[in-house]
């Protein structure tokens, strides 16, 4: 499971910083406030990714993805790639944890042998 959160941790981290840029146009947001918020979320990104196996990691990283969505109301494109985002998000932890039992399933039928 690790492996796949975290590869969708790190795209998410380079469209963080491309949406930064994109709001840094946006004549109502001050750029300090800007990168705050995307650097803030940009180092969330790469903290998470040593956290995901730790209690509450796969939950902090659902609130990650109700916040990039979120950011949809400042930059309308997040909406839609909040949402893949999501769906990445939400396949990576199931077909991890699914990978993962058949690597603990192999990993018993290896220690049998």
Do not use: N
Request: hydrophobic fraction near 55%.
């Amino acid at each position: 499971m690790r492996t796949l959160c975290s590869s969708t941790l790190l795209g998410e981290f380079f469209v963080i910083g491309f949406a930064g840029l994109v709001a840094m146009k946006e004549p109502d947001l001050s750029t300090g406030t800007v990168w705050t918020v995307s650097g803030t979320a940009m180092v969330l990104c790469l903290l998470l990714c040593g956290v995901l196996t730790r209690p509450g990691g796969v939950q902090l990283g659902w609130a990650l993805q109700i916040a990039l969505i979120a950011s949809g109301f400042f930059v309308p494109t997040m909406f839609f790639m909040g949402a893949v985002f999501a769906a990445l998000w939400w396949a990576s932890v199931h077909y991890g944890r699914k990978i993962d039992e058949a690597k603990a399933r192999f990993a018993a039928q290896e220690a049998v042998r």
